[in-house]
């Protein structure tokens, strides 16, 4: 996934994300991956969730947690 793609990706996901679901449902996406990718995906997941509920800029938070998933995956 290019840099581009992911910031664009983070835009769409701030616009429609729902603390309610969206979180199991990315964990349920990435649940067949290396242990060690999975790892790193539920702790950007858990970032992106602590800035959010300490009122850190939504669109701030959503970019760097797509970097940062980016990284976890493998596509730096």
Known sequence: MGLLTALE??????KHWD???????????????PPHQRARADTALEALQGALESYASPSLSFQVF???????????
């Open 19 to 33: 603390a309610a679901w969206h979180p199991e449902a990315l964990r349920f996406t990435w649940r067949t991956l």
């Open 66 to 76: 797509a970097l940062n998933l980016r990284d976890a995956l493998g596509h730096a």
């Open 9 to 14: 990706a983070a835009e769409r996901l701030e």
